[in-house]
């Protein structure tokens, strides 16, 4: 059957409990954002999830090296810090936020420094 697309749209809003015209407006406005050119890939989003094989795979590069340089350009004044066993460290504590005379901070003393993460007491 021909179907209007105020009957898919009054359709739609049943089986989603809302209205039609948000149905309409959900449907454009996916529609637009799957039209619109991304900037890293330089293609239609909807283009991108359709392709597969080599072009994934050099839309998946692109998205790398895009991923890469923002997070060149945002950590470029960051400093490792190397923690050696014995030194003390701050750390910071979420629950000062419900009452005000707790410490926000307490001391650690380093054990040992694991790459990434670090083993106090």
């Known amino acids: 059957t021909h179907s209007t697309m105020i009957e898919i749209a009054r359709d739609l809003a049943q089986e989603n409990s ?7 407006f959900n449907a454009v406005r996916q529609y637009v954002y799957n039209k619109t050119i991304q900037s890293v890939t330089e293609e239609k989003l909807a283009d991108v999830f359709s392709t597969t094989g080599d072009t994934r795979k050099l839309y ?25 066993k014995g030194d ?27 790459g990434d993460t670090l083993l106090t007491w």
């Open 18 to 24: 809302t209205s039609p015209g948000d149905e309409i």
């Open 60 to 84: 998946k590069h692109k998205i790398e090296v895009n991923q890469n340089k923002v997070l060149s350009y945002h950590n470029k004044k960051r400093q490792g810090i190397i923690y050696k």
């Open 88 to 114: 003390i460290i701050q750390v910071y504590s979420k629950t000062h936020r419900r009452n005000k005379n707790l410490k926000q901070c307490t001391k650690h003393i380093v054990e040992e420094h694991r």
